[in-house]
């Protein structure tokens, strides 16, 4: 395996819309030796997404753009990530739906972390689904983003064992745990010349 260096690691912008739990994951992982990547960028669609503290603590230039002028915002994210020369993004809890238009010209890969075993439970308010479906087991996925949501080509997805007593808080959070290892485990998938 090559070990990429400071200067040579692939630049990341990480997509937050809230607490920012797996973006602390991913800043972290970016700081070991073995990780490809180096997280250079935050942009977020709330002003007051927790995890945007993380840009401050780890001094790493983070923007919040509004998305009520969808295709503006997009135009200027991705003038701001060419100017940083950004190769790759992790949506981490990205709450916005990324359009054709920013998918097709943006130069580089686009990865999400979605907490289901996908293809199953697609979309929003997944472990409710889960639990109303009396499903055995659920899980997180690591994916590529296309045009269609939460349906690219899977990269590495971990299951988790639905207990008796699970609410979907319970289950969110020991799914949560998870997430935070699958992301740097797919980077490291993807990534590892
Ligand atoms: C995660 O469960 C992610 O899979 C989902 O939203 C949650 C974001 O959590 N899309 P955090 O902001 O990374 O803490």
Do not use: W
């Amino acid at each position: 395996m090559v070990k990429l260096t400071g200067p040579n690691k692939i630049k990341t912008a990480v997509f937050i819309s809230g607490n920012g739990s797996n973006l602390k994951s991913l800043i972290k992982f970016s700081k070991l030796e073995k990780s490809p990547i180096s997280i250079n960028l935050i942009v977020s669609n709330k002003k007051k997404a927790g995890g945007l503290k993380f840009g401050k603590i780890f001094k790493i230039k983070s923007k919040s753009f509004s998305f009520k002028k969808k295709r503006l915002s997009e135009k200027k994210i991705l003038l701001m990530l060419e100017k940083n020369k950004i190769n790759l993004i992790c949506l981490a809890g990205f709450m916005e739906i990324l359009s054709n238009y920013f998918i097709k010209n943006f130069n580089g890969k686009i990865l999400n972390i979605h907490p289901s075993l996908l293809p199953k439970f697609k979309g929003l308010n997944t472990h409710k689904r889960v639990l109303q479906n009396n499903e055995k087991y659920s899980g997180c996925t690591v994916h590529f983003v296309n045009s269609k949501l939460d349906s690219g080509k899977i990269i590495l997805q971990k299951k988790v064992k639905i207990k008796m007593k699970d609410n979907h808080q319970s289950l969110a959070k020991r799914i949560l745990v998870q997430e935070h290892k699958l992301y740097p485990k797919a980077i490291l998938k993807v990534f590892s010349l």
